[in-house]
T-cell receptor, first 116, second 115 residues
Framework: AQKVTQAQTEISVVEKEDVTLDCVYE???????LFWYKQPPSGELVFLIR??????QNEISGRYSWNFQKSTSSFNFTITASQVVDSAVYFC?????????????FGKGTLLTVNP | EPEVTQTPSHQVTQMGQEVILRCVPI?????FYWYRQILGQKVEFLVS????????KSEIFDDQFSVERPDGSNFTLKIRSTKLEDSAMYFC?????????????FGPGTRLTVT
């Protein structure tokens, strides 16, 4: 069975601070996909990034960066120089390979509050 | 940019009533999903749908739930006899059928309130 753990329930930072959101996953699949979604107060789910299990390169997109480490089954998300607009719930998710219907297994989410 | 749409944005219904939640997936997408998020909790998979049939369903998706693609554009979730515990945000998602099959695009959600 697949499982995603986001141990941090809530994080509060002051604007311009860097913040890292942790994600640890469990799966028996050798091929899988990892995702981060943002859920702002308005409620929609916004896709941020997808990583394949065979690609451990870290990725940077503007103020966002992701650190994928297979050895520790972690896929952490860092926001550099946080802004108030980053305040949201962030979900890490995992899906399996072809044949698994690609259903997403979500973590419980981390509520990030960025204070001015 | 194409997007998944859902209607209504908010539905209030009385316990025992039937509700139909509607979704219009992205036009060239062929895999469709419904997820549920009880307030303050994580997003949970309900059902996936491909080639006009259910490809997988979770234990949450019991006999009171059904899905349908009545025409070439809509994808619906029906709850036959709503219970208080069905109150949640329901998200529809869709994905392509090629190398991007694992990228699901979510609609804005329908908030269902059962009273």
């Amino acid at each position: 069975a697949q499982k995603v753990t986001q141990a941090q329930t809530e994080i509060s930072v002051v604007e311009k601070e860097d913040v890292t959101l942790d994600c640890v996953y469990e799966t028996r699949d050798t091929t899988y996909y990892l995702f981060w979604y943002k859920q702002p107060p308005s409620g929609e789910l916004v896709f941020l990034i997808r990583r394949n299990s065979f690609d451990e390169q870290n990725e940077i997109s503007g103020r966002y960066s992701w650190n994928f480490q297979k050895s520790t089954s972690s896929f952490n998300f860092t926001i550099t120089a946080s802004q108030v607009v980053d305040s949201a719930v962030y979900f890490c998710a995992l899906s399996g390979p072809r044949g698994s219907n690609y259903k997403l297994t979500f973590g419980k989410g981390t509520l990030l509050t960025v204070n001015p | 940019e194409p997007e998944v749409t859902q209607t209504p944005s908010h539905q209030v219904t009385q316990m025992g009533q039937e509700v139909i939640l509607r979704c219009v997936p992205i036009s060239n997408h062929l895999y469709f999903y419904w997820y549920r998020q009880i307030l303050g909790q994580k997003v949970e998979f309900l059902v996936s749908f491909y080639n006009n049939e259910i490809s997988e369903k979770s234990e949450i998706f019991d006999d009171q739930f059904s899905v349908e693609r009545p025409d070439g554009s809509n994808f619906t979730l029906k709850i036959r006899s709503t219970k208080l515990e069905d109150s949640a945000m329901y998200f529809c998602a869709s994905s392509e059928l090629d190398r991007k099959i694992y990228e699901q695009y979510f609609g804005p959600g329908t908030r269902l309130t059962v009273t």
